[in-house]
């Protein structure tokens, strides 16, 4: 019986041996890197020019891709993203300036598009209003922890003390008939 535990410890620590190796070789393989953006543009879009093709890669990766999570355009192979570069590239090769190409992108998709949006009025808000709201309920529950002025503070009903006839009156009177007959 000795040799059955012994062999089942050794399959049992043998499984979660497996088990923690495929779980780190699943993360690293899951956190390498994604590809770059020479693999999702295709090489008749990149830019002639090498300080504007900087431009457009630097453009792209401040974008944040509207198909994908929290990811840049330039990181991103859906099609849109791509699309979303060849129009960098093609506002860059017409000349237009960084700012103008961000402020198109910003009017048709609003600030979200950007992957860092400016601190804003509307930023501070949804921030700080959770806070608020905390603070705000703990400041309720502080306030309904003490006693109001003037008032005596409850206490607490001993549960020896307990007396039936104190908590019913109707069946105290009911004794006390029953007494004087």
Known sequence: MHHVSSLYRL??????????????????????????????????????????????????????????????????????ALDMQRLVRRRIAAGDSDQQILDDLIARYGDRILLNPPITTRTYLLWGLPVVFVLLVLAVLWARR??????????PLAIDGWDSQAQHPDAAQAQDQGRDT
């Open 11 to 80: 399959l049992t620590s043998g499984l979660m041996i497996a088990m923690a190796s495929a779980l780190i070789i699943t993360m690293v393989v899951t956190a390498a890197p994604t590809p770059s953006m020479a693999a999702t543009i295709a090489p008749e879009d990149v830019l002639a020019d090498p300080t504007h093709e900087a431009r457009a890669q630097a453009l792209s990766e401040r974008l944040r891709c509207v198909v994908c999570a929290n990811q840049s355009i330039a990181d991103s192979e859906a099609t849109l």
């Open 146 to 155: 003490q006693p109001v002025a003037g008032q005596a503070p409850l206490t």
